[in-house]
Nanobody, 122 residues
Framework: VQLQASGGGLVQAGGSLRLSCAAS??????MSWFRQAPGKEREFVAG????????YYTDSVKGRFTISRDNAKNTVSLQMRSLKPEDTAVYYC??????????????????WGQGTQVTVSS
């Protein structure tokens, strides 16, 4: 089982980036994105259930980020708009199997990608 994240980079404040995460080896009921800034704890960003009918965002990204998934390709994406310097972090995709609730707790997730750096300059 492997999660491969991509799409990070350097962008100016107000810009956009799209992160993608490709899963292999199995499918997952819940897929989410977390982020971790230097010196800070890992933080939940967004999550989505199998059907895509339920999504959940942390307050600081609501209205700016959109999570989506393509089950045929076994991928999850995070479209990030109106980026702010405080969005700078390493972003990780995470997945759970046999779950129906989109948890905000990192320790509920069984599988993790390697992380991709997002840097937003002011």
């Amino acid at each position: 089982v492997q999660l491969q994240a991509s799409g990070g980079g350097l962008v100016q404040a107000g810009g956009s980036l799209r992160l993608s995460c490709a899963a292999s080896g199995r499918t997952f009921s819940i897929m989410s994105w977390f982020r971790q800034a230097p010196g800070k704890e890992r933080e939940f960003v967004a999550g989505i259930n199998w059907s895509g009918g339920s999504t959940y965002y942390t307050d600081s990204v609501k209205g700016r980020f959109t999570i989506s998934r393509d089950n045929a390709k076994n991928t999850v994406s995070l479209q990030m708009r109106s980026l702010k310097p405080e969005d700078t972090a390493v972003y990780y995709c995470a997945a759970r199997s046999r779950a129906t609730i989109i948890s905000r707790r990192w320790y509920d997730f069984d599988y993790w990608g390697q992380g991709t750096q997002v840097t937003v300059s002011s």
